[in-house]
């Protein structure tokens, strides 16, 4: 086994349990942080005054916004499947977990953003398997 061999499998190993490493890291520490979020949003939502309610909303939403662009400047920065660290491409697809905040408070856009996201992901990696599967006959 050669050094880079070594590791890949070191790096697969580190993407696969915890957070990972690199791109795989910030991608889960984005769904980690964004997620969660909505639950003390709702109770801060709760606690203000009437008239703030919806500035707490619309900032929670810019940061949803936020974390789905992240996302896609990973997948702008790693467009190929061979070039992604392991486990990358699932980390990708899991952006479409925004939408369960996006469904709870309302966010249209998140609605809609977070799943088609998913579906892209999946559709990339799929028409990237084709292309590879055609190019090695």
């Not at 979020?37 to 916004?65: C, H, N, T």
């Not at 699932?90 to 966010?107: E, I, K, T, Y």
């Amino acid at each position: 086994m050669d050094l880079h061999s070594a590791q890949r499998i070191a790096e697969a190993e580190a993407a696969r349990t915890g957070l990972g490493t690199g791109p795989n890291r910030r991608l889960r520490l984005t769904l980690f942080i964004g997620m969660p979020l909505v639950f003390p949003v709702i109770g801060i939502m709760i606690l203000v005054p009437k008239f703030l309610r919806d500035d707490v909303l619309y900032v929670y939403e810019a940061g949803i916004i936020g974390c789905l662009l992240h996302y896609v400047w990973v997948f702008a920065k790693y467009p190929r499947y061979a070039g992604r660290s392991p486990y990358l491409t699932r980390d990708l697809a899991m952006g479409g977990g925004f939408f369960l905040p996006s469904l709870m408070l309302g966010f249209w856009p998140g609605m809609i953003a977070a799943p088609a996201w998913a579906l892209f992901v999946g559709v990339a990696y799929a028409v990237e398997g084709m292309r590879e599967h055609r190019d090695h006959r």
